[in-house]
């Protein structure tokens, strides 16, 4: 089985940055593409983006276009998203996600973390 947890969440002002880093244990061997979703306040749960194992092939809903970045360290089982010039609207429970499958805007994850809260706000 797979577990997958989500650290790295906090509170930052608007403009300011913050790496999230998710780990996977168990049985990593199946995992093919890793990504990140978010869900804000009140509102129903999005895409951020996701990557290949092999650490190829970044995919990036365009809400976080050109700010995020998504990276997977191999020799750890970890998926990182680093976030640049955050906005309020940033502000989600993300959460991190695997799939046995292709990556890219139809992903189509079966494990997910519990999520860890980011907050944007001055």
């Known amino acids: 089985q797979l577990f997958l947890q989500e650290s790295g969440g906090g509170s930052v002002q608007p403009g300011g940055s913050l790496r999230l880093s998710c780990v996977a244990t168990?049985?990593?061997?199946?995992?093919?593409?890793v990504g990140w979703y978010r869900q804000p306040p009140q509102k129903g749960r999005e895409g951020v983006g996701n990557?290949?194992?092999?650490?190829?092939?970044?995919y990036y809903f365009d809400s976080v276009k050109g700010r995020f970045t998504i990276s997977y360290d191999n020799d750890k089982n970890t998926v990182y998203l680093d976030m640049n010039n955050l906005k309020p609207e940033d502000t989600a429970i993300y959460s991190c996600?695997?799939?046995?499958?292709?990556?890219?805007?139809?992903?189509?994850?079966?494990?997910w973390g519990k999520g860890t809260l980011v907050t944007v706000s001055s």
């Open positions: 996600a695997a799939s046995r499958g292709r990556c890219g805007a139809g992903a189509a994850y079966t494990r």
């Open positions: 168990g049985d990593t061997t199946t995992i093919a593409c």
């Open positions: 990557i290949r194992t092999d650490g190829t092939d970044p």
